[in-house]
């Protein structure tokens, strides 16, 4: 009986102990799933604050300017807005100032201008030369009539007074009156200052010497004057501070005459900054 008894109580303390190991063994198992499952946790939630913050971002991004702003007409108009004022800020030849006097007086004459502006730029084009040289030669030398000669304001098809003009005509049609008066322009330009110019020539200093050569070129270079000295082309216009005379000098047949009208470089600035508006 008692080898029988000290038997069980063996193998019942052999299953006690295999017991009390399993259970040991079970909860470290569990243990160790449930610091599995926190860690998880833990990470999905890095995860998604992470993903909230991605996407806190994009919508501040997309909410100050991207491209599915919820307003897309307010930043199209703020471009446009910034793209108008850039363009108010480009001024031609804004180096140089009108002054109120011509002013006054070109705003005055553009509507002749512009009624003539036509034929001026069909002239241009078979001649290859800038409309806009055409509209100051003829508002020098006869004050934009489409009645006159842009040779020196004489009557359409009558003598010219210096021998220019077809064979010493002024043409008596308009249209070849203004190209006539353009292809002289060009070609004395080239004989007294060696300046070329085209319909595309926005150089005032070139534009300027083929005023000049036009009027009285050959005289001012004898002097040792330039178009600056020259009120038919700078009258009306100062820069830097400095107004430009509108006096004839000695050199010149009206010498000590003041010409109180805009020279044709002040229109040519007038024209350019019209059309830029």
């Not at 913050?53 to 599915?68: D, F, Q």
């Not at 910034?82 to 480009?90: C, D, H, N, T």
């Not at 060696?194 to 270079?221: F, M, P, Q, V």
Request: charged letters at 25%; a positive charge; proline letters at 4%.
């Amino acid at each position: 009986m008692a080898s029988i008894t000290e038997k069980s109580n063996s193998e019942i303390n052999y299953s006690y102990l295999r017991s009390a190991e399993a259970s040991c063994a079970r909860r470290a198992n569990q243990e160790a799933k449930k610091k599995d499952r926190n860690k998880l946790l833990g990470s999905a939630a890095v995860l998604l604050a992470t993903g909230a913050l991605l996407v806190g971002v994009a919508s501040k991004s997309l909410a100050e300017g991207g491209s599915t702003n919820k307003n897309p007409e307010k930043i199209v108009h703020v471009h446009k807005s910034k793209q108008e004022k850039q363009k108010k800020i480009e001024i031609p030849y804004a180096s140089y100032e009108l002054s109120k006097s011509a002013e006054k007086q070109l705003k005055a004459q553009l509507p002749k201008i512009e009624e003539l502006r036509p034929l001026y730029e069909q002239a241009a084009e078979k001649t290859n030369m800038p409309w806009y040289l055409l509209a100051a030669i003829h508002y020098e030398e006869a004050n934009s009539s489409s009645k006159l000669s842009v040779f020196a304001g004489e009557t359409l098809g009558s003598a010219n007074p210096d021998v220019q003009g077809v064979d010493g005509y002024a043409p008596a049609d308009q249209l070849q009156n203004y190209i006539a008066a353009l292809k002289h322009a060009r070609a004395m330009g080239e004989w007294v200052y060696g300046t070329k110019i085209n319909k595309d020539t926005k150089d005032l200093s070139k534009i300027g010497e083929c005023l000049l050569a036009y009027n009285r070129g050959t005289i001012y270079k004898s002097a040792g004057l330039s178009p600056e000295d020259s009120p038919y082309v700078y009258s009306g216009l100062s820069k830097d501070g400095k107004d430009y005379s509108c006096i004839f000098p000695d050199a010149d047949p009206l010498a000590g005459r003041v010409d109180n009208r805009p020279g044709g470089l002040a229109m040519v600035i007038y024209l350019a900054r019209e059309e830029s508006k």
